[in-house]
């Protein structure tokens, strides 16, 4: 059973990249917009996961990680060196040793004390963006990020897409096989942090891991939004903006490593769907959580799975 | 009939820590039920009040159904329950402890003093400051105050100095005949002795089923017998 | 520096640091009672002022408007918490703190839908513009009995708490729900009326703090921060650690907006940070 | 006989309740010693002490010489000083193999141990079951095959026959004869049955003190303990 899932987990991945792939080749603006900003998410959601789902660590201030991601990438190709590639790699390097810091400052703490923290420091986060003018350009944020520069040149929308899909294939696979590495398990071991200690685990460092990895992801996907939206604004940084891979995981299920992408799927198709009603938008999303939380906590996943079981069980009954 | 509990099995999460449990008691009786640890004892009276496990079979008190009320509502009925530790709120003075128990902001010391002079020097020292002992006897005490029927006892002995412990059993007596609170009383095997001395009626628990029910005149003289289902 | 200002500063700071206060002494009476933190309680606080604004137009009566917009508010308050939260007491607190989420993106999204998205505000020069000169500036005779207000709230509270029987039920449930129960006290009973008086406090806050800051979208995802902030230095569950920390993070936002303005979020930023580096457990941690 | 763990003068108190009063005893390589008494007498404390579960308010313990007053519980247990729990304490959303491997991994073991262990202790079965899954009586056998391939050299095992029906008992008995000739173990029991069965050395403590200390036979005559266990004096 176990097996079966892991591949079937691969096995889809592979498989939506390849129709991800083939939107690409229809160069209709409109697609490949929602599909890049579907895997932008999507990265940012399975980035969340890794902390909520799996290292059972609830953050309200995921934001600060796509949001130093996305500045870093844009304050870096703007001053010191045109290029999106090099920016990003950049972004990603940085951001270990601050996801390290907020994390050594952030996970002695636990439960609501680690929410709040990680909150009030997404916010101080904010408010650097916001303050520091001359560096970030406030509240206009950072204009003009460039797509073309001296080594890659992704100003053309495919070649943009193909950019972003290159990164969400490789890091969806990446953190996949991690998850289902040694120190994957070690980080679902997370869920008796007593016993972990007594099996002779250091817990906090485990933890710190956890929230290394699970920032670095978060920064390549808000570098790849820089890139890709060559405009950026401190809102990505306010604690509103860490709500929102938080409810794309509990639509999708965060039991599931593939919860986070389906959720993902359902924001975007939905944000876009409903363009119309855009001002009942988080109302709808506010409904869907108290929804999901009282009623079905396993997401929408969880709900499929559930009922596929059902009609297995159904269907041996009546066999026999 | 006082207390009735019928084919009562009683699960902590997945595991079941009562099996097919029954029970009469009448009136103005005393039971002691015994027996070693993870026995059972303790969730026999949790499942009582209902709290913290999951249960089927059915409990009535006076004839009413008490299964699945809410813990406050059973209590209401006359029902006072005294867990292991003594249940008095730390942080509060035992003054405040005893006005909970009589819902109202006057408590009167007297009769309480009857049974337990020393309480007046605990009357406002902070719950938590108290030794184990006297947190119990207290807890007992405040029993007067609550006026139950029914008194639900867990090891209220244990722990205790010798002196402490007959003092103890002296008083559940004098609840019994003075305020005529029948007692459902748990004490870990070795306690059997004691428990004798007033209970009118034991009965043994070991891994989650009853293993011997008996008066006490007629366990005294099984003692030795009763002693291997107590593993001692 | 001048001492005129530092005073006037200090004093914007004191009705600054009451509203905090107002939105916070339901945010610890009801972690203190229910152990769930309220997300939504910045939210309710801004439904108090936008009740407030509704009720005057139509009654342009000051103290009616706001007695109502202080019981609509708590009666709300009440239906989430019967309705809601009352399910997920005894469930995992991550769960509790993501319902709350849930409710305040609810009310913070129909508050946009009903009251729109301009900023609401309450003309009242006659409150406002009366009061004492310190130097130039005009500390109003409302801030400060808003100060006032916040500071007796703190004195009845804890005479409540501390000495009579209602009080003793509050602790009583707060320190060992169990044995509560076992002396036939309905703990359900107690989390509906701290939830209600909880909320109506907020939204008591609300209402008066629309005379002096206009109320729009967004205000709310502020203030939760802000409530949050100083519930955790104060420690969550401490009553006066709530009281003193509101006051203080107003009086030093203030400050702070007057001598750096460049910074002044910022500041408190990194001072809760510094104090939760130094007392994990915040100030007044009892354990 | 080599002493693998000295404790002295460990205190631990809630409040005013000395839970573990001033205690000092030593274990010696390779003998089972058991530790009884009544309920609340200190004896989870104690173990909670040694494995820093808690923090001790004064005393000093040492392990094979080592002073490990001042290390965390991850510390101590890769010095290999291992402990199971009274109530099963385990991953529940993993499964059996991972629950193994995750303790492999806090020792460095490698994964043909975790096979040899599951079938010694007849597991297999269970191997890609969810721990949530499988029966309470497995759950303890996890517990334990966890607890070995932490490669532990003092084994502190909490009432490791409660909650399990005789059958049951017998076999785990048989188990941990087996253990304790290559690891010294340290039981807390209540089954007077297993514990006589068992012990080489048995501790009695009471009110946070141990009140007798010597080989079974010398317990059971001890008047002390008679009048706590069996309520003769």
Redesign the interface.
């Known amino acids: 059973m176990n097996k079966f899932l892991r591949d079937i987990n691969i096995i889809t991945i592979l498989i939506l990249s390849i129709l991800l792939g083939l939107i690409s080749l229809t160069g209709d603006r409109f697609y490949l917009y929602i599909s890049s900003l579907f895997m932008i998410y999507s990265l940012y959601a399975l980035s969340y996961n890794l902390l909520y789902g799996y290292a059972k660590l609830l953050s309200f201030g995921h934001g600060m990680f796509f949001a130093t991601g996305a500045y870093i990438t844009g304050l870096f190709t703007l001053r010191i060196f045109k290029d999106p590639l090099i920016g990003l790699l950049i972004s990603i390097i940085s951001t270990i040793p601050f996801a390290l810091l907020i994390g050594y400052i952030t996970l002695r703490h636990t439960k609501v004390y680690f929410a709040i923290l990680t909150l009030a420091l997404s916010m101080f986060v904010y408010a650097i963006l916001i303050k520091w003018r001359d560096v970030t350009g406030g509240s206009d944020g950072l204009v003009g990020i460039p797509k073309k520069g001296v080594i890659v040149d992704i100003s053309s929308p495919q070649l943009n897409y193909l950019f972003i899909l290159i990164f969400f294939v490789l890091s969806s696979l990446t953190l996949y096989l991690f998850i289902n590495s040694s120190r994957g398990l070690l980080i679902k071991a997370l869920v008796n942090e007593e016993r972990l200690l007594f099996t002779g685990h250091n817990v906090l460092v485990i933890r710190l891991y956890a929230f290394m990895i699970s920032g670095v992801v978060a920064a390549l996907s808000g570098s790849l939004y820089a890139v890709f939206m060559s405009v950026i604004t401190p809102d990505i940084a306010y604690w509103t903006f860490s709500a929102e891979p938080l409810i794309m995981t509990l639509l999708g299920g965060s039991d599931y490593y593939l919860g986070p992408l389906l959720g993902a799927a359902i924001y975007v198709s939905l944000t876009t769907a409903l363009a119309r009603f855009a001002e009942y938008w988080m109302l709808f999303l506010g409904i869907a959580m108290i929804a999901i939380i009282i009623s079905f906590r396993g997401g929408v996943l969880g709900a499929l799975i559930l009922v596929t079981t059902r009609l297995k069980d159904k269907r041996l009954k009546t066999s026999k | 009939m006082m207390l009735k509990i019928e084919s009562l099995n009683a699960y902590y999460s997945r595991l079941q820590a009562l099996f097919d449990i029954n029970l009469e008691m009448n009136k103005g009786e005393i039971i002691g039920v015994l027996g070693p640890n993870g026995a059972g004892k303790t969730t026999l009276l949790k499942s009582i009040i209902n709290v913290e496990v999951s249960k089927t079979g059915r409990i009535l008190f006076k004839d009413v159904e008490i299964t699945t009320l809410p813990t406050h509502k059973i209590a209401s009925l006359g029902i006072y329950y005294i867990p292991d530790y003594g249940g008095l709120f730390p942080g509060l003075t035992i003054i405040e402890n005893l006005q909970l128990a009589a819902n109202s902001k006057y408590v009167s010391i007297d009769e309480l003093k009857e049974f337990y002079p020393p309480i007046i020097d605990l009357l406002n020292r902070k719950a938590d400051s108290l030794s184990g002992g006297e947190r119990k006897i207290v807890s007992i005490i405040r029993s007067i105050v609550v006026k139950p029927e029914l008194l639900l006892l867990d090891e209220p002995t244990e722990g205790m100095a010798p002196v402490m412990v007959d003092r103890t059993i002296k008083l559940l007596k004098k609840l019994n005949e003075e305020k005529n609170m029948s007692i459902l009383w748990i004490e870990p095997g070795a306690k059997i002795r004691k428990v004798l001395e007033i209970a009118d009626k034991i009965l043994i628990l070991a891994a989650g089923r009853i293993v011997y029910v008996g008066e006490s005149e007629k366990a005294l003289k099984e003692i030795d017998e009763i002693k291997k289902y107590l593993f001692i | 520096m001048n001492l005129e200002a530092f005073l006037t500063q200090t004093l914007v700071g004191l009705y600054t640091g009451s509203f905090y206060w107002l939105l916070t002494l339901g945010l610890t009476l009801i972690f203190g009672v229910t152990r769930i933190v309220n997300f939504a309680h910045a939210s309710f606080f801004v439904l108090g002022s936008y009740l407030m604004y509704t009720f005057y137009i139509y009654t342009n009566n000051f103290i009616l408007s706001l007695s109502a917009a202080t019981i609509t508010t708590g009666l709300i308050g009440v239906i989430f918490e019967i309705t809601l939260i009352r399910r997920v007491y005894k469930i995992e607190e991550m769960y509790q703190l993501l319902l709350t989420l849930g409710i305040a993106l609810t009310l913070n999204e129909s508050q946009k839908l009903i009251w729109g998205t301009s900023p609401k505000y309450i003309n009242m020069p006659e409150l406002i513009s009366s009061g004492v000169a310190i130097g130039y500036t005009n500390i109003s005779y409302y801030s400060i009995a808003v100060i006032s207000i916040g500071l007796i709230l703190f004195i009845i509270i804890h005479i409540v708490i501390n000495k009579t029987l209602w009080g003793l039920k509050i602790r009583a449930v707060w320190r060992d729900n169990i044995m509560a129960q076992a002396l036939k006290i309905n703990p359900y009973l107690i989390y509906t009326t701290v939830f209600f008086i909880g909320i109506a406090l907020a939204g008591f806050g609300g209402a008066l703090m629309i005379i002096l800051h206009p109320v729009g979208p967004g205000v709310g995802d502020h203030l939760i921060i802000y409530a949050f902030i100083i519930v955790v230095i104060a420690s969550l569950g401490n009553i006066t650690g709530a009281y003193i920390t509101s006051l203080l993070i107003g009086v030093i936002s203030s400050l702070a907006t007057w001598l750096a303005p460049e910074i002044d979020i910022v500041i408190i930023y990194l001072i809760t940070i510094i104090i939760l580096l130094l007392r994990p457990g915040g100030l007044f941690g009892e354990r | 006989m080599r002493e693998i763990l000295r404790v002295e003068n460990l205190s631990k108190s809630f409040?005013?309740?000395k839970a573990v009063d001033n205690v000092s005893f030593n274990l010696r390589e390779l003998e089972i010693t058991v530790l009884i008494g009544?309920?609340?007498?200190g004896k989870t404390t104690l173990v909670n002490l040694v494995?820093k579960?808690l923090k001790p308010d004064q005393g000093r313990i040492l392990f094979m010489g080592r002073d490990i007053t001042n290390l965390?519980?991850?510390q101590i247990?890769?010095l290999g000083i291992?402990?199971t729990?009274q109530i099963v304490?385990?991953?529940?959303?993993?499964?059996v193999y991972?629950n193994l491997?995750?303790?492999a991994?806090?020792?460095k073991t490698d994964n043909k141990e975790i096979e040899m262990i599951m079938s010694e202790l007849r597991l297999d079965k269970y191997k890609?079951v969810k721990v949530?899954n499988v029966s309470?009586g497995v759950q303890k056998l996890v517990e334990l095959a966890?607890a070995l391939l932490?490669k532990p050299r003092l084994l502190i095992l909490d009432?490791p026959a409660?909650?399990l029906?005789?059958e049951d008992r017998k076999n785990l008995m048989r188990i941990l004869k087996e253990i304790g000739e290559k690891i010294t173990l340290l039981i807390i029991e209540?089954?007077?049955?297993f514990v006589f069965e068992l012990a080489q050395r048995i501790m009695v403590m009471n009110?946070g003190k141990i009140i007798a200390d010597g080989k079974p036979d010398d317990i059971i005559n001890n008047s002390i303990v008679r009048e706590?266990?069996?309520?003769?004096s």
Not at chain 4, 89 to 95: H, Y
Not at chain 4, 190 to 193: G, Q, V
Not at chain 4, 228 to 232: N, P, S, T, V
């Open positions: 409040g005013k309740f009544p309920n609340g007498a494995t579960k965390n519980s991850y247990t890769r291992v402990r729990f304490n385990l991953f529940p959303t993993l499964t991972e491997k995750v303790a991994l806090g020792s890609d949530m309470f966890m932490l009432e409660a909650g029906p005789r209540h089954d007077m049955e009110r706590i266990y069996l309520g003769e």
